[in-house]
């Protein structure tokens, strides 16, 4: 079965792992063989698979770096670089099945998680995609680097309309203040009463999904108030 996308990404605002995530994923069992491992990936142009058991519950991840261990000692003396290498990797090399393969726990993520979450995860532990899971730890989709760039396709009319409902509208509810978008800049102009507010406003545009960088105009009643910068 083909993996599919997401219904029409740049229809929507894109807040959770659930807006950008493939939905029906290729993964394997534990008794899954070596070179049906290796052919799956090929097939399905992936890195990476989920290894289910049961119901589908996500137990681990075979990937790339768990199969290049047999080709890079199939020539050596494994017993030469026990003193170098991690005995994983040794393990791994003569290992048959996903089971044997397999990096255990997944590093998961959760449906609903915040698309910063499922970002930071993939920084912070180096991998490319992660299985996204329900609360029993089934599999409901993988979301990939790729995924997480989709939100910056959201056309700059939506992004405007967010800004305006979500930041503008409710910390300077009745005034007048221009939002403009232009390949996902934001650019905010306008007088305001309450000028403490300001970098607020720039923060929380800053985090609308979406959002390349903010350029922040607004200004007192009174006149220009201080630049808003930072993060």
Known sequence: MPLTQPENPQAHGLHTVSDVMTQTVVAVGRD?????????MDQWKVSALPVLEG?????GVVSEADLLPKEEFRDSDPSRFEQRRRLEDLAK???????EL?????ICVHADAALSQA???MAVRHVKRLP???????????VSRSDLLKVFLRPDADIAEEVRQVVMERLFPGQEISVGVQEGVVTLTGPVHDTSFIPVAARLCRAVEGVVDVTCELTGHGGPAPRATGP
Not at 32 to 39: C, M, N, S, T, Y
């Open 55 to 59: 119901e589908g519950r996500v137990v």
């Open 102 to 106: 397999m990096s255990t726990p997944a």
């Open 93 to 99: 090399a003569g290992a048959l099945t996903a089971g």
């Open 32 to 40: 899954a063989p070596f070179k049906e491992i290796v052919q799956t």
């Open 119 to 121: 970002a930071r995860i």
């Open 132 to 142: 996204v899971v329900d609360a029993e730890g089934l599999l409901q989709g993988v």
